[in-house]
């Protein structure tokens, strides 16, 4: 079964910046919407950020909005979440999953493929 591999997680200070990366092998990467989730203990899994097969279409949770960025590079089959300006509160262990063909509304129970996760924890 395909699982999608993330890193690029790190402790880092408040206002600092992290890249994250999903990859995965033995897919037609292009056929597929890639989203970011992000989870923290006793909470429920929660959108981050989608991108649509072409890149075109992406979609931010307002609390990312404007400091995190999603991108993808078909040729490494590879998404990547640049995050700046980080905050306490994005503390969380950072999920990538797939979706075939469209984004739907980037919510988590629509994707799969789930990763291992990595985790971010921003503090000082």
């Known amino acids: 079964q395909v699982q999608l591999v993330e890193s690029g997680g790190s402790l880092v200070q408040p206002g600092g910046s992290l890249t994250l990366s999903c990859v995965a092998s033995?897919?037609?990467?292009?056929?597929?919407?890639i989203g970011w989730f992000r989870q923290v203990p006793g909470k429920e899994r929660e959108r981050v950020s989608c991108?649509?097969?072409?890149?075109?279409?992406?979609v931010y949770t307002d609390s990312v909005k404007g400091r995190f960025t999603i991108s993808r590079d078909d040729d490494k089959n590879t998404v990547f979440l640049q995050m700046t300006s980080l905050k306490a509160e994005d503390t969380a262990v950072y999920y990538c999953?797939?979706?075939?063909?469209?984004?739907?509304?980037?919510?988590?129970?629509?994707?799969?493929?789930w990763g291992q996760g990595t985790q971010v924890t921003v503090s000082s």
């Open positions: 999953a797939r979706k075939f063909l469209t984004l739907g509304h980037c919510d988590p129970d629509e994707f799969g493929s």
């Open positions: 033995g897919i037609t990467w292009r056929l597929y919407a």
């Open positions: 991108i649509s097969t072409s890149g075109n279409v992406t």
